[in-house]
């Protein structure tokens, strides 16, 4: 199992950001994907869920300003981040649970007040 997640950056309150998790090794389309958080001497945090069948859910945080998505032939899922926050800063990672956790390395997103 691999997840590689991308599309991090620097950006100012208010702005947004596509992240995205590219993953392979295991059958995608039936199973339940995350994004977490995690911000500098805090611990991880679920942010974002989507099920095989499309529902989702979110932490009440982001409720209205994330929106969580997946391409099944693409094998990738998406975090569409708006409206973000200084609080918002952290890595970014996404997460499958097959028997056990799989993790990606994360990206960096990083909001400027």
């Known amino acids: 199992v691999q997840l590689q997640a991308s599309g991090g950056g620097l950006v100012q309150t208010g702005g947004s950001l596509r992240l995205s998790c590219a993953a392979s090794g295991f059958i995608f389309s039936i199973n339940t994907m995350h994004w977490y958080r995690q911000a500098p001497g805090k611990q991880r945090e679920l942010v974002a869920t989507?099920?095989?069948?499309?529902?989702?859910s979110y932490a009440d945080s982001v409720k209205g300003r994330f929106t969580i998505s997946r391409d099944n032939p693409k094998n990738t899922v998406y975090l569409q981040v708006n409206s973000l926050k200084p609080e918002d800063t952290a890595v970014y990672y996404c997460?499958?649970?097959?028997?056990?956790?799989?993790w990606g390395k994360g990206t960096q997103v990083t909001v400027s007040s």
């Open positions: 989507i099920n095989s069948g499309g529902s989702t």
């Open positions: 997460h499958v649970r097959i028997w056990v956790d799989y």
